[in-house]
């Protein structure tokens, strides 16, 4: 049974790593002595089910559609094929190579044609071929992969036989070159497609970190122009080549492919490949932009990226005119994965220079876009013919956004955007407010463009950006607030509520938190100068957090964390509007503050602590003052004044009686309530103390005693430090012999 397989390999890779540690005179190998034996009986059984599973006429499942098994299966597979592995590779080879002549042989019969166009046996003969060159390449790629760096576990000449592997993956180029010169009509089967992008990505991970180096010291590898400052400091060093880049050259020597960079365009040409003839294949796709992704997020393989002539071509053509991956609408989400990955590359240090582009050039397609969407009529802009358009440009400058990790940067962006289409986010989340794929394309934008990422969002001290830019976000999340709130909650099953309400509700309250807590705003200017964006956007995100019920908040945990987000940063820096709401209202905040923090979800709980500790520390520091805000804390109070002792009761018993992941959590307002309302914490105190036995109660008498010790009435750090410190130790003492 193909389920079984796996277990068998852990127990044959679990005789090889207890292989260092039995005496070499008990028979050290006794153990594994037939295991080559078995690694190539599984190598035998793997290829022949292709051919079983086809005979079968789908009464049989195929492995290679089992995801999950063939993972435990590779992953297990390098350990114990590289014990033997000299003899395992001459095995492997020699299946390789008569099924590649084969394979080449009926890709020249079948030229240009599609596979499904050949006679029947030349499909079905095709068809086994192509699977069992699946098989083959996967084992490669993990065997590959599991080459160890290490001084500990590099084998001697290791280099040469992953060489000799590694050089079938000329496969790739026979695939490629029936793929282009048929235009995409003759493609092989998707499942060798997806392995050989498994193959280039283990080889990625363990043969492309160090490429800037030797490039360096390799006159045939055209890139000697590019080498980093540490490689060549490393060469004043020391110019003898290390013992890692010897091996990194034995192994592209031995594979007889050309040099690293003639490796790399042949990887990268065929994502490229891959991204313009498999449109609709979402895996192939997704994997694809994974390994480019991943490929321009390394030191290393970035540079070299920047010199080939595939990626200029993806960066200046980055339309669904030459990918047509773009505009198959179940391969949004890549989109944005595609713009992040050429905007890192662009945006380098030597990006531009490099790729013979700007970033100005680079965003021409989107922002010609914009301003075609950007003039239409609100009526025409609902049009359906608008829809992926709108998806796909918002999906796109997310992804832009995404790359964007420092001021200079995000400034080319904002510059680009302001003022010509951030208006555009407004009017769209007015017209679409009810089409979920379109509103959440949107706002999942705004809140990356407006997060202060590495403080990003940082203008001059005279710029009135961070204004203009909190505006925008103003006018988009009340555009789509006052249409939700207009319309009628959906009923019926609780999962179509969060897909139509909830989940937009709560990216909308995020974008809100982000510009909120960006940093980049003195929200005080827009009450100096009358202006309504800041009011407008509390109310609007006040009204659309209260029109959910409470149980509704706690069973959606992304609702949840955006929505005691919002109510963290309200009392956290806009404690004026908070404390002015009605009383009903007010306590119906708090209400929800006191259910969070007893959240099993330590985020949750954090927020919830930190809103209590705000407005503990508000009415200590302010108690007395003649404040409007004060004023209107103490009407709350004392329509409900309970409210800190109940708050109180609760955190102590979260701290003596509460899971363990809520221990810090709740730490932190316990002096600032304690001080607000010393008479909460002194009738907390008598109680549990009246609630313990006799010995117990002198035992808590004491911790307690200690807990108070040297505490001052303030709350600077020094002293919520020590006390923080105080609470641990006593919490400790007291959990050893506190009852219920």
């Known amino acids: 049974s193909t389920n079984s397989i796996h277990y068998l390999l852990a127990l044959w890779g679990r005789l090889v790593a207890a292989v260092p540690y039995v005496r070499p005179d008990t028979g050290a190998r006794g153990h594994v002595q037939h295991l080559e034996k078995h690694a190539k009986t599984y190598i035998e059984s793997m290829l022949g089910s292709v051919e079983t599973v086809m005979r079968s006429d789908g009464a049989l499942d195929d492995p290679l559609d089992d995801d999950g098994s063939l993972k435990e299966q590779l992953d297990r597979l390098p350990v114990i094929c590289r014990f033997e592995y000299g003899s395992v590779a001459d095995f492997l080879l020699q299946k390789f190579d008569p099924l590649l002549s084969q394979y080449q042989e009926l890709m020249g019969h079948m030229g240009t044609n599609s596979t499904e166009s050949a006679p029947q046996d030349a499909q079905q003969r095709m068809a ?6 699946t098989w083959l390449t996967y084992m490669v790629g993990t065997i590959v992969g599991g080459h160890s760096w290490s001084s500990a576990h590099m084998g001697e000449g290791e280099e040469t036989i992953d060489a000799g592997l590694s050089r079938r993956a000329q496969l790739a180029r026979g695939v490629d070159y029936r793929l282009t010169s048929s235009n995409g009509v003759g493609r092989a089967d998707p499942k060798l497609e ?41 060469a004043k060093l020391d110019s003898t080549p290390s013992t890692k880049q010897k091996v990194y050259q034995r192994m592209f020597d031995h594979m007889q492919m050309g040099d690293h960079t003639a490796v790399s365009n042949l990887i990268v040409t065929k994502m490229g490949n891959d991204l313009k003839y498999w449109p609709e294949e979402n895996e192939i796709v997704g994997k694809t932009l994974e390994l480019l992704h991943d490929m321009a997020g390394g030191y290393s393989s970035s540079k070299l990226l920047l010199t080939l002539e595939t990626v200029r071509f993806l960066a200046r053509h980055h339309t669904e005119d030459q990918f047509p991956f773009l505009a198959v609408p179940s ?20 990006g531009e220079e490099k790729l013979g582009l700007t970033f100005e050039q680079f965003m021409e397609p989107l922002v010609n876009t914009l301003g075609q969407l950007g003039a239409l009529s609100p009526s025409d802009l609902r049009a359906e013919r608008c829809r992926q358009a709108l998806i796909g440009v918002f999906r796109d400058l997310r992804g832009v956004a995404a790359s964007l990790h420092n001021r200079r940067t995000y400034g080319l962006l904002f510059d680009i955007l302001h003022p010509n289409h951030l208006p555009l986010l407004s009017k769209v989340a007015d017209v679409w407010h009810d089409q979920q794929d379109v509103i959440i394309s949107v706002l999942r934008f705004l809140h990356e463009f407006c997060h202060n990422k590495a403080n990003r969002v940082n ?3 005279s ?25 009628p909650a959906p009923t019926g099953d609780q999962g179509d509520i969060y897909k139509t309400r909830y989940k937009s509700m709560g990216l909308a309250l995020n974008v809100l938190n982000s510009a909120l807590g960006g940093n980049y705003v003195c929200f005080g200017v827009f009450s100096l100068y009358n202006d309504l964006a800041l009011d407008n956007a509390l109310d609007v995100a006040l009204q659309m957090a209260l029109s959910v019920p409470l149980d509704d908040i706690i069973a959606y945990p992304k609702l949840s964390k955006a929505y005691f987000g919002f109510i963290e940063i309200l009392f956290r820096s806009h404690k004026k509007t908070a404390f002015a709401l009605d009383t009903t209202i007010f306590m119906q905040l708090m209400t929800a503050v006191h259910e969070g923090i007893q959240s099993t979800d330590a985020t949750l709980s954090s927020l919830c602590a930190n809103t209590v500790d ?5 009415y200590f520091t302010t108690n007395g003052k003649d404040k409007v805000e004060m004023h209107n804390l103490n009407k709350h109070l004392s329509s409900q004044p309970n409210l800190f002792s109940s708050l109180t009761a609760t955190l102590f018993n979260l701290l003596l009686f509460g899971p363990p992941q809520n221990h810090w959590a709740v730490i932190r307002p316990m002096l600032s309530l304690m001080l607000a309302s010393e008479t909460s914490f002194t009738a907390y105190k008598d109680h549990l103390i009246n609630s313990q ?32 410190q105080k609470l641990t130790a006593f919490r400790v003492t007291a959990r050893s012999f506190l009852t219920l």
């Not at 280039?200 to 980093?228: A, K």
């Not at 949004?332 to 030597?350: A, D, N």
């Open 459 to 461: 203008f001059d001290q």
């Open 128 to 133: 086994i071929i192509e699977g069992q060159l």
């Open 194 to 234: 997806l392995a050989l992008l498994y193959y280039f990505h283990n080889f990625r991970r363990v043969y492309m970190f160090m490429w800037d180096q030797v490039s360096g010291s390799n006159s045939g590898s055209g890139t000697g122009n590019t080498v980093s400052v540490v490689a060549m400091n490393v």
């Open 463 to 487: 710029s009135p950006n961070g204004i203009l830019l909190f505006r925008a976000t103003s006018d988009v999340v009340c555009a789509f607030g006052r249409r939700l709130l207009a319309a």
């Open 693 to 724: 036995s006799p010995e117990n109660q002198a035992k808590l008498n004491e911790a307690l005693n200690k807990l108070l010790a040297d505490v001052n009435r303030s709350l600077d750090s020094a002293n919520r430090d020590r006390f923080t």
């Open 331 to 350: 391969n949004t989400r890549h989109r944005t994965t595609f713009h992040s990955t050429l905007t890192r590359l662009l945006l380098s240090p030597t």
């Open 614 to 618: 705000h407005l503990a520390t508000f």
